[in-house]
């Protein structure tokens, strides 16, 4: 069995046993007051996967996608793709990145994710476990369990918070906003 296959199986198994830890949210819907609202400057440093950061610092000075995923998640995998595929559509012109709303334990999980991306898509995205207040929707973005997009710009203030799948085009136009 190929190594894609293994972390494919890997992938569907862990989906099939991991219950949510989040309601449903609507696809595509602003996400509720629960945190900072648009315009507001984050700080954060999310448990990076490996050497490159997801922290304000780091990515102050460009526009920023952060995807808030669950690895067992379709639409999780989905929206690490549509980053993915942006990312190598127009390199350079933002930051991209997702963070995991999963439990410290599952980190090995999530690097495997993050691998299977990697070899699926040919483009390398920061991934990092979140923080144990973003895991009860307390977290410096408020609650994003579930799958949530979060777009800062350049100097870190929230562009866009939403839940669910958000298409390409539509972080796309609001890059471009910015």
Do not use: W
């Not at 199986?9 to 696809?27: G, K």
């Not at 648009?38 to 950061?53: E, I, K, Q, W, Y």
């Not at 997702?98 to 090995?108: G, Q, S, T, Y």
């Amino acid at each position: 069995m190929s190594r894609a296959s293994r972390v494919s199986a890997l992938l569907l198994v862990t989906a099939c046993v991991h219950t949510a830890v989040a309601p449903v949210e609507p696809v595509g819907a602003t996400l509720p007051v629960s945190g900072p609202s648009v315009g507001d400057t984050v700080s954060f440093d999310f448990a990076s996967l490996d050497d490159r950061p997801v922290s304000a610092p780091a990515f102050r000075g460009k526009p920023s996608v952060i995807a808030f995923v669950t690895s067992d998640s379709l639409a999780g995998q989905a929206e690490v793709d549509i980053l993915a595929a942006l990312a190598k559509q127009r390199p350079g012109a933002a930051n991209y990145a997702f963070v995991a709303v999963e439990p410290a334990d599952r980190r090995e999980l999530v690097v495997v994710f993050q691998h299977f991306f990697e070899e699926k898509t040919g483009v390398s995205l920061p991934g990092a476990m979140c923080d144990s207040d973003t895991l009860i929707g307390q977290g410096p973005f408020g609650d994003v369990r579930g799958l949530a997009v979060v777009i800062l710009d350049r100097g870190g203030r929230i562009a866009l918070r939403r839940t669910g799948l958000v298409s390409a085009a539509d972080i796309a136009r609001a890059l471009e906003s910015m």
